[in-house]
C-alpha cells in the first residue's frame, strides 16, 4: 500500500491475531516506522499483548507465533480450557519488556478526566423473574422444552443477565421495574442533567427509548443497528440540543465519541468485556 509510517490508536483493535485487521497491518508494515497508542493495552488479558508487539517489532518475548507463545508461556485448567494465565515469572517478564518499549502515562500525568465516583443502586426482581432466574441458575433451563435448556455456562450467564434486565432469554417481557429505577433517577437527583445510559441488549434499549417516549422524556440512541450517519446525528443532537438522554449499545458506542456535555452514565447492564466498560466510561470525561 506504500505506506512509510503507521500510528495506530486504539491499538488493542489488533489484538487479535485473527482478526483481519491484524493480519493486514502486519503483512503491511514491514518496513515501516510503527507506533501504538492505547489507553488500556491488556482489558481481558496479558495474551492482549501478542499481536500489539509482533506488529511493532515483528515478533514479541522471542515468538513469532501467538500460538507458540499462548502454548509456552500460559496455561489453562481442563475445566476451563480457554482460561490462560501466565505462568510463574512470565507476567514480570511481560512487564519488563513492554516498559522497555514503551512511554508510560498515568492518567492524572496526562490530565485525562477528574476522579469517578461511582454508585450501586438495587432493583428488586419480580416472583417471575426470580423463579425463572432460579431454575436457569440451577438447572441450565429456563422453560420445559428441549429447545429451552443448555449445557454451556457461558450460555446460562447470558439467560441471566436477559432474565436481570426485565426479559426471558427469549425476550420476552418480564419487568419494567429497573426502568421505573432508571426513571426516578431521571426525574429526581438527575433532573436537568445530560445522562448516558449504557446497554448491553438492544431489547432493553428498545424498550426504554418507548418507556421513556411515553414518559414524555426525549432521549436519542446508538446502536450497531444505526447506520454511521444516524449515529453522527443523534450524537449531534445530544450535544447541541436540549435532549438530555443518550441510550446507547455498549459495543458499538465505546470509541472515540466525545459525550462530555454530560458527567453522568448509568449502565443498565454490563458487557463480561473490561474493555467495554473503560472505554465507554471515559465517553464522558472532557479531556
Known amino acids: 500500500l506504500g505506506w512509510t509510517t503507521i500510528i495506530c490508536d486504539e491499538s488493542t483493535k489488533i489484538r487479535n491475531p ?112 426470580k423463579q425463572m432466574y432460579k431454575k436457569v441458575t440451577k438447572e441450565f433451563a429456563f422453560g420445559d422444552s428441549i429447545e429451552e435448556a443448555t449445557k454451556w455456562a457461558t450460555v446460562k450467564f447470558i439467560w441471566l443477565a436477559r432474565i436481570a434486565g426485565g426479559f426471558s432469554p427469549e425476550k420476552e417481557f418480564l419487568s419494567n421495574n429497573k426502568a421505573k429505577e432508571l426513571l426516578n433517577l431521571l426525574n429526581g437527583e438527575l433532573k436537568n442533567e445530560k445522562v448516558v445510559v449504557w446497554f448491553r441488549f438492544n431489547s432493553e434499549l428498545e424498550f426504554i427509548r418507548e418507556f421513556l417516549m411515553k414518559n414524555k422524556r426525549d432521549c436519542v440512541k446508538i446502536t450497531g443497528e444505526d447506520s454511521l450517519e444516524e449515529r453522527k446525528e443523534a450524537s449531534k443532537i445530544f450535544k447541541e440540543t436540549k435532549t438530555r438522554i443518550m441510550l446507547a449499545q455498549v459495543a458499538c458506542g465505546k470509541y472515540g465519541l466525545n459525550w462530555s456535555c454530560a458527567s453522568t452514565a448509568i449502565y443498565y447492564s454490563n458487557s463480561y468485556a473490561g474493555e467495554d466498560r473503560a472505554q465507554s466510561e471515559d465517553r464522558i470525561l472532557d479531556v
Open 18 to 129: 485473527q482478526a483481519q485487521i491484524t493480519k493486514l497491518l502486519i503483512k503491511e508494515s514491514t518496513d515501516c516506522r510503527k507506533a501504538i497508542l492505547s489507553g488500556l493495552p491488556n482489558p481481558e488479558s496479558a495474551l492482549d499483548y501478542f499481536s500489539q508487539m509482533q506488529f511493532l517489532h515483528g515478533k514479541f518475548m522471542g515468538f513469532e507465533s501467538y500460538w507458540s507463545f499462548r502454548e509456552k508461556l500460559f496455561w489453562a485448567p481442563q475445566y476451563a480450557p480457554y482460561d490462560f494465565s501466565p505462568r510463574l515469572g512470565v507476567l514480570n517478564r511481560i512487564k519488563e519488556y513492554i516498559h522497555k518499549n514503551a512511554f508510560v502515562m498515568t492518567r492524572k500525568e496526562a490530565g485525562v478526566g477528574p476522579k469517578k465516583i461511582y454508585e450501586k443502586r438495587f432493583v428488586e426482581m419480580n416472583v417471575k423473574q
